[in-house]
């Protein structure tokens, strides 16, 4: 298996090649915010990205007219990225979120770059999941059996919800940061700030909902606030999520190849589904 420093340097490398394709995606989104279930733009926008990275690419997957999935890699476990890309009413990206569907772009697209570099058995889908904020896309998807046969979800989000926390894919995720100077907590489960149809994916299957954070002008100011939209559209946001989005593969990759982490995360799970 191939030294953990090496993996890292395939998916840095990887990242540092296509960061101005990636702005590209992550511009077009914000400046275009769009309200659940009506997300057309970012929906052909990462959809584009994924095809010229080789990824099969079903567009209008599983019934919804703005989700999409896409699939890259054979064998070995399923890894899942959750990409959200709606925004809210009158503030646009107040939440975020076009900066959180980018970090799920990133981390699958570099996740894919480092399984076809070394062989490793292991299959990486993104899913496109709408309506985060008002409609409950992902809901929609696990109905649909979207995350059938999946062996992990992983996204990230600039707020913290009712999720099952994973300890071991929260202490990888929090190491893997630390490997590019960010010192973020390991878990932080009275940091409540919003509800997540994600917290029903971490009942289905280990999951991590990494949180992060992004500097904004006006002191105090979180979540669902205008200065909060224009905080995501900058480009300091943008680094910060390209490097949420290694980590995040780098997560993956640990499921993926090694079988003592992976079996960590699921024995993790099931406590917390029974607790």
Not at 30 to 47: F, G, K, Q
Not at 75 to 103: K, S, T
Not at 139 to 157: P, V
Request: hydrophobic letters at 40%; a negative charge; one cysteine or more.
């Amino acid at each position: 298996m191939p030294a953990p420093d090496q993996i890292k340097a395939g998916i840095d490398a990887f990242v540092e090649k296509s960061s101005n394709r990636l702005g590209e995606a992550n511009r077009k989104i914000w400046e275009n915010p769009e309200l659940a279930y009506e997300e057309h733009i970012a929906h052909d926008t990462l959809c584009a990205v994924l095809e010229e990275n080789g990824f099969e690419v079903t567009r209008h997957a599983h019934g919804l007219d703005t989700s999409f999935e896409a699939s890259f890699g054979s064998g070995g476990r399923l890894m899942v990225f959750c990409a959200e890309y709606d925004a809210l009413p009158d503030i646009g990206h107040a939440c975020g979120h076009n900066l959180i569907g980018i970090a799920s772009l990133t981390a699958s697209l570099a996740l894919a770059t480092v399984l076809k570099a070394t062989g490793q058995p292991g299959r990486v889908k993104i899913l496109g999941t709408p309506a985060e904020e008002h409609g409950g896309g992902k809901l929609d998807l696990l109905k649909a059996g979207a995350f059938e046969g999946a062996d992990a979800a992983l996204m990230s989000e600039t707020t913290y919800s009712d999720i099952l926390l994973n300890d071991t894919l929260c202490g990888l995720y929090q190491g893997h940061m630390a490997s590019y100077s960010q010192n973020v907590l390991k878990t932080d489960p009275d940091y409540i700030q919003a509800s997540s149809d994600f917290g029903d994916v971490s009942y289905a299957l280990p999951a991590i909902h990494a949180m992060f954070c992004i500097p904004v002008k006006e002191k105090g100011v979180v979540t669902h606030h205008r200065s909060f939209t224009e905080a995501a559209g900058s480009d300091v946001a943008f680094q910060i999520c390209l490097t949420v989005g290694k980590c995040l593969a780098l997560c993956a990759w640990d499921m993926l190849a090694d079988d003592s982490k992976y079996d960590a995360a699921v024995a993790d799970w099931k406590i917390a589904r029974s607790e």
